[in-house]
């Protein structure tokens, strides 16, 4: 029911190739180019993920009562030895890795 009937050889051939190319890419994506994609943006996926990340735990451990916290890491020391400097490491890459494309 599912299967189509192409009478032009051509077409059928040209079908063909599309899906083993298609297969083709898949295997070379791998799990993480499935999940990330491929191209000129994968880096900025990727940075983008990690910088959710980084934002998502630190709002999570915030948002924490205070007697389910660490009293040697509270929230002064998250912030500033960590997801502020994750995430201006982040933007200085962003904005230099924008800036090598622009050729400037």
Same mark, same amino acid.
Do not use: C, N
């Given at each position: 029911m599912n299967k189509l009937e192409i009478q032009d050889p051509k077409v059928a051939s040209k079908i063909i190739a599309a899906n083993s190319e298609s297969e083709k890419r898949k295997a070379e994506l791998g799990f993480l180019g499935r999940f990330f994609g491929s191209g000129d943006n994968v880096r900025l996926y990727i940075v983008g993920t990690i910088a959710l990340v980084v934002l998502l735990i630190a709002l999570v451990y915030t948002l924490t009562p205070d007697k389910y916290? =660490?009293?040697?890491? /509270?929230?002064?020391?998250?912030?500033?030895?960590?997801?502020?400097?994750?995430? =201006?490491?982040?933007? /200085?890459?962003?904005?230099?890795?924008r800036s090598k494309e622009g050729g400037g």
């Open positions: 916290r =660490s009293p040697d890491f /509270g929230l002064k020391e998250l912030w500033t030895l960590v997801v502020l400097p994750v995430e =201006s490491t982040i933007i /200085g890459y962003l904005i230099g890795s």
